[in-house]
């Protein structure tokens, strides 16, 4: 896919977070004459004005229609629907609409790229993924997951891959992405305030596969119709994962359910001998880490990294940051933040990593709402909470649904609920933080509720 040539052209970059200042400096560097435009103020959009070049226009606090209408080209942030009536009328009138991440791959002269979707586990498998091939070669690793594409190409960094973890959001702007392996993990009701249904949100994140060519690979879910469904319309070889027997090109845990800890996962290529690999790393613990190591070691395979350079990656892969991520310990509490789960799949795989058996868990759960019914928790709640805190907009919704299950009490923000967590739970308890909702009623993002958890939770563990 060659670069295209965007010297004096006029690039208009809707949205002012991490993806958009990206975006908006490649097109400056490559002789663009571009206009940034946010509904946010100035004081609202902070250090993200202080990134761009002196050359780029801004439009804040609202939007010019004639900044789009006018443009060559506009590029949307991931945040920012495409349904937006600027951006409709714009595409109306023929200009072309990119997602970043579309814009960045055209820099980036057909490095292989692993690009990595689903409803939950994108950030673990891509992360995990990322390090299995770095460990065979030089690798970028980013896109949803913290740094965004864009990067690499202004970088100018040597990479030999890239690993990228993708959201419905980004791939709605694709149009020659092209991904030598796409995965698709899973696909459960999401983002439900920006789609009309499920069906037009897998839609989105399908786009993934419908630029695939027959050499490529296309890796899905065994036990999720939707995603095979996904990954079958690709033109490329697809492969499975999951629980159950070994299949011909998949990754599979032998049992129905996951094995003890250092029980082995199968890789079977395609015409070839199976391969064993062990996992026995804790920061993997849990079934969804198992799903997601078996898609990870699939892609990392399937891109050629040899088989000990996969099973050194799993036994070295420290883990992410705010998913399950033991941050505090005193007192013999365990303090645990999931704040990455911000929706109520994502809970439910992180209450499930806990044994039951014994009410040990204070978990703490709230914040801005998806749409999306809590009444999925219920079947774990038992012999597993031991009480459940609420915060933010949501909680009124959440006591409704979960608080006949456990002893329940709103606690208003994060700070609140810390506090009374530390009230409540004793030697061999965890506090959980797996909020099952957004974290924009009180936070900036999920990153900025999990920290504060930590300096919470390690006040309260001395």
């Given at each position: 896919m060659a670069a295209p040539e965007l010297k004096g052209t006029r690039v208009t970059v809707v949205g002012l977070a991490k993806s958009g200042v990206a975006a908006a400096r490649l097109c400056a560097r490559e002789g663009a004459r571009v206009t940034v435009t946010d509904r946010r103020g100035e004081a609202e959009l902070g250090g993200a004005l202080a990134a761009l070049p002196a050359s780029v226009t801004r439009r804040l606090g609202g939007h010019d229609p004639a900044d789009f209408t006018g443009a060559d080209l506009v590029v949307a942030s991931p945040g920012v629907p495409l349904a937006n009536p600027e951006i409709q009328e714009a595409r109306r009138r023929g200009v072309p609409v990119w997602g970043e991440v579309e814009l960045a791959a055209?820099?980036?002269g057909g490095l292989p790229i692993v690009g990595i979707t689903g409803t939950n586990g994108k950030s673990t498998t891509t992360a995990l993924t990322g390090a299995l091939l770095a460990r065979d070669r030089r690798t970028f690793v980013g896109g949803n997951l913290g740094t965004p594409l864009s990067e690499l190409a202004l970088s100018g960094e040597p990479a030999d891959a890239a690993v990228v973890e993708l959201s419905s959001f980004q791939l709605e702007g694709i149009e020659r992405f092209r991904a030598r392996v796409a995965a698709v993990l899973n696909v459960t009701p999401d983002h439900l305030d920006r789609y009309a249904d499920v069906d037009a949100y897998a839609a989105a994140k399908a786009r993934l596969f419908a630029t695939q060519e027959p050499?490529?690979?296309?890796?899905a879910n065994a036990r999720d119709p939707r995603a095979l469904?996904?990954?079958?319309?690709?033109?490329?070889?697809?492969?499975?994962?999951?629980?159950?027997?070994?299949?011909?090109?998949?990754?599979?845990?032998?049992?129905?359910?996951?094995?003890?800890?250092?029980t082995a996962i199968w890789f079977t290529p395609r015409g070839r001998a199976p391969e064993r690999y062990q996992l026995r790393n804790r920061a993997l613990r849990g079934r969804h880490n198992r799903?997601?190591?078996?898609a990870a070691v699939l892609c990392a395979r399937l891109m050629g990294v040899p088989g000990e350079a996969v099973q050194a990656g799993l036994d070295a892969f420290p883990g992410l940051h705010h998913r399950l991520e033991l941050v505090a310990e005193g007192r013999g509490v365990e303090w645990v933040n999931d704040s990455k789960a911000t929706n109520v799949d994502s809970t439910f795989v992180g209450l499930a990593a806990f044994p039951s058996g014994a009410p040990r868990v204070v978990l703490i759960m709230g914040g801005r709402g998806k749409k999306a019914p809590y009444a999925p928790l219920r079947p774990l709640f038992g012999?597993?909470?031991?009480?459940?805190?609420?915060?933010?907009?949501?909680?009124?919704?959440?006591?409704?649904?979960?608080?006949?299950?456990?002893?329940?009490?709103?606690?208003?923000?994060?700070?609140?609920?810390?506090?009374?967590?530390?009230?409540?739970?004793?030697?061999?308890?965890?506090?959980?933080?797996s909020p099952a909702c957004a974290s924009y009623d009180q936070f900036a993002n999920y990153e900025e509720r999990g920290e504060a958890f930590r300096r919470l939770a390690t006040e309260q563990a001395r």
């Open positions: 055209r820099f980036l050499d490529d690979v296309a890796v469904a996904m990954a079958g319309a690709s033109r490329g070889d697809l492969h499975t994962f999951g629980f159950g027997a070994p299949a011909p090109a998949s990754a599979r845990d032998e049992g129905g359910e996951p094995g003890p800890e250092g799903e997601n190591a078996m012999g597993r909470v031991k009480a459940l805190l609420t915060i933010g907009e949501d909680a009124p919704a959440i006591e409704r649904e979960l608080g006949d299950l456990a002893p329940t009490e709103p606690c208003g923000d994060l700070a609140g609920a810390v506090r009374r967590a530390a009230v409540l739970s004793g030697p061999g308890d965890v506090v959980l933080l």
